[in-house]
Each structure stands twice: as structure tokens, then as C-alpha cells.
């Protein structure tokens, strides 16, 4: 079974920087996909980022697009969420979350895999 374990939250103050790490493992096909959501207090879940096992990335929000990179190490099994300028709008739980969908969904409810999640905290 698919497993997803995220890493890197943190407190930071706004401007600065962060990485998170999602690790991956017990994919059984070739063909699949790893997004990062977020949760934000009081707000619906919403993607953030998406890339697929052949290195195609996909951005969601717009107030996002400028800051943040996905990023992928096979060797390592690992996604990386490299987000900087954060604001307090970057506030949220931070979830990764995998299946085996030919091309990205920001949809959630496409997903069948999900980390644990991952608190990132913007001070002003």
C-alpha cells in the first residue's frame, strides 16, 4: 500500500522560507501522481502543487504560483515543496496525497493516499 509521510513544517515569520518533504513509498504501478493540499483554519481544503511520476508539475492558486516549486528526487522517493514569501495566508495543515491518475486533479476526492500532514505556521 501506498504511504506518504510529510516533513518540514514550521513556525516562520512572513517573508521567509520553507521546504517540505513528503516520502513516498509502495507504489505498485509506474503511472501516478503526488499533490500537496492544504487546510487552512475555517477554510476548505485546496491544492497547492501536483507532479506526476513523468515530471510533469501542475500549480493551483494563483497566489501560489510565483512562490512555491515542486520538486521531485526519485532516488529518494521524495517530494519536495519549496515555498518561499510566505504570509500568513500560507497558514495551513500541508498534506501530500498519491494515486494512480494518468495526468494531476486538484480534487482531493480523487485521492486515495494521504500523509498525516504537516503544520506550517507564517507569523506577521
Known amino acids: 500500500e501506498v504511504q506518504l509521510v510529510e516533513s518540514g513544517g514550521n513556525l516562520v515569520q512572513t517573508g521567509g522560507s520553507l521546504r517540505l518533504s513528503c516520502a513516498a513509498s509502495g507504489f505498485t504501478r509506474d503511472e501516478y501522481v503526488i499533490t500537496w493540499f492544504r487546510r487552512a483554519p475555517g477554510k476548505e481544503r485546496e491544492g497547492v502543487s501536483c507532479i506526476s511520476s513523468r515530471g510533469i508539475k501542475t500549480y493551483y492558486p494563483d497566489s501560489v504560483k510565483d512562490r512555491i516549486t515542486i520538486s521531485s528526487d526519485n532516488a529518494k522517493n521524495t517530494v519536495y515543496l519549496q515555498m518561499n514569501r510566505l504570509t500568513p495566508e500560507d497558514t495551513a495543515v500541508y498534506y501530500c496525497?498519491?494515486?494512480?491518475?494518468?495526468?494531476?486533479?486538484?480534487?482531493?476526492?480523487?485521492?486515495?493516499?494521504w500523509g498525516q500532514g504537516t503544520q506550517v505556521t507564517v507569523s506577521s
Open positions: 496525497a498519491a494515486d494512480y491518475l494518468s495526468r494531476c486533479s486538484g480534487d482531493g476526492w480523487a485521492y486515495d493516499y
